[in-house]
């Protein structure tokens, strides 16, 4: 079964095996790591993450895209890195912070979720690339 869920990206499609109790979420489940940002829709992610939480694949195998599988507690990394950007996120727009400065943001993740220092540098970039696109399209 396709399912479409948006968040990750606008045509983001998991994988359901029903009878395997799995599904394939692409990059829509991260794990110690930080996501791909530039196409995402935050709104729409948790929204898909909260369904994924949901009784009907509370025991599913969850197989992300860039990592192992996991199961219902491995999906509350993606949860809680969500959340804590769209609440960051929230906070800045409520302050009149512009668009523009987003990208301020990448310094905080990377604190509360690090990453080996060899790959810190290549994670700023590609955070900060990513961090203006979700504060234009972030739903008040």
């Known amino acids: 079964h396709l399912l479409h869920c948006p968040g990750s990206a606008p045509g983001a499609t998991w994988v359901w095996v ?3 109790k799995v599904i394939f979420t692409g990059d829509s ?6 996501p791909f940002l530039s196409s995402a829709q935050l709104d729409d992610w948790l929204d898909s993450l909260t369904h994924l939480r949901g ?5 599913h195998i969850i197989v992300p895209g860039r990592s192992g599988p996991t199961d219902q507690d491995g999906l509350q990394f993606s949860l809680d890195y969500l959340r804590y950007l769209r ?3 929230n906070a800045w727009r409520e ?3 512009p668009t523009k400065d987003a990208s301020r943001l990448s310094g905080a993740l990377l604190e509360r979720f690090p990453v080996p220092d060899d790959s810190k540098d290549q994670m700023e970039k590609r955070l900060k690339a990513g961090l203006q696109h979700v504060f ?5």
């Open 95 to 97: 302050q009149g912070v």
């Open 29 to 34: 489940v991260f794990q110690d790591t930080h």
């Open 87 to 89: 609440r960051r996120l």
């Open 18 to 20: 029903p009878e395997a």
């Open 55 to 59: 009784a009907k694949f509370r025991d």
């Open 136 to 140: 234009e399209t972030l739903r008040t």
